[in-house]
T-cell receptor, first 113, second 110 residues
Framework: DSGVTQTPKHLITATGQRVTLRCSPR?????VYWYQQSLDQGLQFLIQ???????AKGNILERFSAQQFPDLHSELNLSSLELGDSALYFC????????????FGPGTRLTVL | LAKTTQPISMDSYEGQEVNITCSHN???????ITWYQQFPSQGPRFIIQ???TKVTNEVASLFIPADRKSSTLSLPRVSLSDTAVYYC???????????FGQGTELSVKP
């Protein structure tokens, strides 16, 4: 158990819909990272937040957005969903820097029908 | 942007040493190299991290040459439970982005 929790575990929705994925970091970790893992793209870094502020951006689509709240939990919002958005979405947390060891949550499996 | 390249798959037998190499061009001066292990339907798990030369912990060693354009994860005496996908991760130094390799699927046979 990494100490990072993600909800929900599974999510099935339809094209065009909007969903929110939630992540709670390990106690004491200030940075949260979001990743997408699909069969054809592998693990892709989406975005990092540090203590409530956006710190780094990867291959995140404009239809996707994230935020980190004062209690340090984070949410990833995916809108206008397409079939290709079906993937595993992982959240990870670390103490501070992007080069610190990251601890990954169990993931949310999103299926878009 | 940095690009990382790993072998897609490797086979080994129990008790052997396994070396997985990752090539990472354009690695930035401040970037670290981290290796993760992933089992099916689980999140990646940290194995080892280094900046240069050699790092060793209780499960693996990491060799990084002076030019830092590659790194080699060494797993001593693998067992069946080491069958997993192994990823290298480097920061590309461009706004803090992180680049994963495509992963190496290691299969350990009895």
């Amino acid at each position: 158990d990494s100490g990072v929790t993600q909800t929900p575990k599974h999510l099935i929705t339809a094209t065009g819909q909007r969903v929110t994925l939630r992540c709670s970091p390990r106690s004491g970790d200030l940075s949260v990272y979001w990743y997408q893992q699909s069969l054809d793209q592998g693990l892709q870094f989406l975005i990092q937040y540090y203590n409530g502020e956006e710190r780094a951006k990867g291959n995140i689509l404009e239809r996707f957005s994230a935020q980190q709240f004062p209690d340090l939990h984070s949410e990833l919002n995916l809108s206008s969903l397409e079939l290709g958005d079906s993937a595993l979405y992982f959240c990870a947390s670390s103490v501070r820097r992007i080069t610190d060891t990251q601890y990954f949550g169990p993931g949310t499996r999103l299926t878009v029908l | 942007l940095a690009k990382t390249t790993q072998p897609i798959s490797m086979d080994s037998y129990e008790g052997q040493e396994v070396n997985i190499t990752c090539s990472h061009n354009n690695i930035a001066t401040n970037d670290y190299i981290t290796w993760y292990q992933q089992f099916p339907s689980q999140g990646p798990r940290f194995i080892i991290q280094g900046y240069k030369t050699k790092v060793t912990n209780e499960v693996a060693s990491l060799f990084i040459p002076a030019d830092r354009k590659s790194s080699t994860l060494s797993l001593p005496r693998v067992s069946l439970s080491d069958t997993a996908v192994y990823y290298c991760l480097v920061g590309d130094g461009q706004g803090g982005k992180l680049i994963f390799g495509q992963g190496t699927e290691l299969s350990v046979k009895p």
